[in-house]
């Protein structure tokens, strides 16, 4: 068997051992371990590659990133900056007709300014919205729907930690990829509040509005989110300003939301240790995902596999949009039964260099923006597609009484919304690419 029918069987391999319920983590490891061994002949030159390979990964400086955005984010969580940012946007848009869910899409913007990570956006901004929701009689498909939607924009709007992964595995700059996503980030916002404001407007009487806010009122819970502002302020835009690398403005923005949880009067010694240790544990189970990966991908790098397919693709002749939109269908199907780290660490190393061969009209550089911007979108699309969307999981297991089925069925509207916004972004990358060709 030659070297590149070795690379291409250790996919269904890989896929197998993923559906029997072995961590990907290990699954990469073991089929990366094996794999380089049958490439090279020699268990030595296997071991060593591995140990060379575990202190070059970790002991990038560009990695401690990580950890520190999720403890900005775990700060953030246990200090009950959620609930500020749900009653602030409620007061002005709760009188509208789907309001409220809509309230609860702008506070998961807000709270995926300051968190990076999907899944506790998703979970954090449940406990507080959720009970809201079934005050006003929301249907518990848009209930959860909505919110597992939502939680979506904790990996798009910056800092996030999937766009740290993707910059480091394409060597990208940090700061640009954040810029990149503002637009498309807002964009997916204003787009799952016209899902909601259609699906309320289809069926008027699926949920109550609540009473119009005065603005003196509006103006007091305006100001109890400045923590938040803030500390969004300070971090994107130091890194947009130049003022500080993304791994300095990571530790500024962690040590401010730190400094803001403790003011508030939420964060006790208790709540300081499960922060530190979720952290930890959610850091170390990156990094092992990561080690796996790179195993993974150096002993596809030593069958050539990811060089021939990008020469073949390229001789083909095919168009290159027809290319990426079989990517990103690839991307969307990988979503329903893969992780959304696990699927960018694997697939990227592959993908990229393919996509990169290809004539975009556009510079390496902008095109490295444009369509990691679209990877994005679309590997956030797989949190919300059954049967592995993890937010629709934690939505649900938050709200029991309501079937699975039914939190399928309404996270639809939002996947519609993300198909859309994808072709448009797909089709115009100066939309994506406007700000960063302005500010840089």
Same mark, same amino acid.
């Given at each position: 068997?030659?070297? %590149?029918?070795?690379?291409?069987?250790?996919?269904p391999?890989?896929?197998?051992?993923?559906?029997?319920? %072995?961590? #990907?983590?290990?699954?990469?490891?073991?089929?990366?371990?094996?794999?380089?061994?049958?490439?090279?002949?020699?268990?030595?030159?296997?071991?060593?590659?591995?140990k060379?390979?575990?202190?070059?990964?970790?002991?990038?400086?560009?990695?401690?990133?990580?950890p520190?955005?999720?403890?900005?984010?775990?700060?953030?969580?246990?200090?009950?900056?959620?609930?500020?940012?749900?009653?602030?946007?409620?007061?002005?848009l709760?009188?509208?007709?789907?309001?409220?869910?809509?309230?609860?899409?702008?506070?998961?913007?807000?709270?995926?300014?300051?968190?990076?990570?999907?899944?506790?956006?998703?979970?954090?901004?449940?406990q507080?919205?959720?009970?809201?929701?079934?005050?006003?009689?929301?249907p518990?498909?848009?209930?959860?729907g909505?919110?597992?939607?939502?939680?979506?924009?904790?990996?798009? #709007?910056?800092?996030?930690?999937?766009?740290?992964?993707?910059?480091?595995?394409?060597?990208?700059?940090?700061?640009?990829?954040?810029?990149?996503?503002?637009?498309?980030?807002?964009?997916?916002a204003l787009?799952y509040m016209?899902?909601?404001?259609?699906?309320?407007?289809?069926?008027?009487?699926?949920?109550?509005?609540?009473?119009?806010?005065?603005w003196?009122?509006r103006?007091?819970?305006l100001?109890?989110?400045?923590?938040?502002?803030?500390?969004?302020?300070?971090?994107?835009?130091?890194?947009?300003?130049?003022?500080?690398?993304?791994?300095?403005?990571?530790?500024v923005?962690?040590?401010?939301?730190?400094?803001?949880?403790?003011?508030?009067?939420?964060?006790?010694?208790?709540?300081?240790?499960?922060?530190?240790?979720a952290?930890?544990?959610?850091?170390?189970?990156?990094?092992?995902?990561?080690?796996?990966?790179?195993?993974?991908?150096?002993?596809?790098?030593?069958?050539?596999?990811?060089?021939?397919?990008?020469?073949?693709?390229?001789e083909?002749?095919?168009s290159?949009?027809?290319?990426?939109?079989?990517?990103?269908?690839?991307?969307?199907?990988?979503?329903c039964?893969? !992780?959304?780290?696990?699927?960018?660490?694997?697939?990227?190393?592959? %993908?990229?260099?393919?996509?990169?061969?290809? !004539?975009?009209?556009?510079?390496? !550089?902008?095109?490295?923006l444009w369509f990691? %911007?679209?990877?994005?979108?679309?590997?956030e699309?797989?949190?919300?597609?059954?049967?592995?969307?993890?937010?629709?999981?934690?939505?649900?297991?938050m709200?029991?009484?309501?079937?699975?089925?039914?939190?399928?069925?309404?996270?639809?509207?939002?996947?519609?919304?993300?198909?859309?916004?994808?072709?448009?972004?797909?089709?115009?990358?100066s939309?994506?690419?406007?700000?960063?060709?302005?500010?840089y």
């Amino acid at each position: 068997m030659s070297n %590149i029918e070795l690379a291409i069987w250790s996919f269904p391999v890989l896929l197998f051992l993923i559906f029997m319920r %072995i961590p #990907i983590a290990l699954a990469m490891l073991a089929v990366g371990f094996g794999g380089t061994f049958l490439v090279t002949g020699t268990p030595n030159m296997t071991l060593n590659q591995l140990k060379n390979l575990t202190f070059g990964t970790f002991s990038s400086y560009s990695l401690s990133i990580i950890p520190l955005f999720l403890l900005m984010g775990q700060f953030a969580t246990l200090s009950g900056m959620s609930a500020s940012l749900f009653r602030a946007a409620e007061s002005f848009l709760g009188h509208r007709k789907g309001g409220v869910a809509m309230s609860a899409i702008g506070a998961c913007a807000g709270f995926g300014a300051i968190c990076g990570s999907s899944l506790a956006t998703a979970a954090t901004m449940g406990q507080v919205a959720l009970p809201e929701l079934r005050r006003y009689g929301y249907p518990g498909s848009l209930a959860t729907g909505a919110l597992a939607a939502g939680g979506t924009l904790g990996i798009l #709007i910056p800092p996030s930690v999937i766009l740290v992964i993707y910059a480091i595995l394409t060597e990208q700059n940090i700061a640009k990829l954040f810029v990149a996503a503002m637009i498309p980030g807002i964009l997916a916002a204003l787009g799952y509040m016209l899902a909601i404001a259609i699906w309320v407007r289809v069926s008027p009487n699926s949920a109550m509005v609540r009473e119009r806010i005065v603005w003196s009122k509006r103006l007091i819970a305006l100001a109890k989110v400045w923590p938040v502002l803030t500390i969004f302020l300070v971090v994107v835009g130091g890194i947009y300003l130049g003022i500080f690398t993304p791994t300095e403005a990571a530790a500024v923005g962690a040590a401010g939301t730190g400094i803001a949880a403790l003011a508030s009067g939420q964060m006790s010694m208790a709540k300081l240790r499960q922060a530190i240790l979720a952290t930890a544990s959610s850091t170390a189970m990156i990094f092992l995902i990561v080690l796996g990966a790179g195993l993974y991908n150096g002993f596809l790098a030593l069958t050539q596999l990811p060089q021939t397919s990008a020469l073949w693709v390229s001789e083909q002749g095919f168009s290159p949009w027809l290319i990426l939109t079989i990517v990103l269908l690839m991307y969307l199907a990988f979503g329903c039964i893969m !992780d959304s780290l696990s699927m960018v660490l694997l697939t990227v190393p592959i %993908i990229y260099p393919i996509m990169l061969a290809l !004539d975009f009209g556009l510079s390496p !550089d902008d095109f490295g923006l444009w369509f990691g %911007i679209l990877v994005l979108i679309v590997v956030e699309v797989g949190l919300i597609t059954p049967p592995v969307g993890m937010n629709l999981f934690i939505i649900n297991g938050m709200a029991r009484d309501i079937p699975i089925g039914q939190t399928f069925r309404g996270a639809l509207p939002f996947v519609t919304t993300d198909i859309i916004r994808v072709a448009i972004l797909a089709s115009f990358p100066s939309i994506t690419l406007w700000l960063v060709w302005a500010i840089y």
